[in-house]
């Protein structure tokens, strides 16, 4: 599966962005479609998951602003960013994989490339 990101850019804090990552091919039988993001000083970390009935997983620095979903008819995952700050700053990554624990984040199997979120103070 090739998934492809789009929707990155800069914008002021406070302001808002929707992420899209179309897959080249059906996701239906995906159990998880994530969102993580990456700065230089961090790993990877998941931002936000959702699984293929709709189940939905947030990280809690982004609880309430954030909003990921789905349109398998369209092999499609939207993260919706919503009261961006400074340290939302990253390269945000789609993923697709599946759920082993739901306690802990899903393993991604398939990887975009990625797209830079700049949040200016």
């Known amino acids: 599966v090739q998934l492809a990101e789009s929707g990155g850019g800069s914008v002021q804090a406070g302001g808002s962005l929707t992420l899209s990552c179309t897959a080249s091919e059906d996701i239906f039988n995906i159990n998880a479609m994530a969102w993580y993001r990456q700065t230089s000083e961090n790993q990877r970390a998941l931002v936000a998951a959702?699984?293929?009935?709709?189940?939905?997983n947030y990280a809690d620095s982004v609880k309430g602003r954030f909003t990921i979903s789905r349109d398998n008819s369209k092999n499609t995952v939207w993260l919706q960013m919503d009261s961006l700050k400074p340290e939302d700053t990253a390269v945000y990554y789609c993923g697709a994989g599946f759920y082993s624990d739901y306690s802990q984040p899903p393993s991604m199997d398939y990887w975009g490339k990625g797209v830079l979120v700049t949040v200016s103070s």
């Open positions: 959702i699984t293929s009935v709709g189940m939905t």
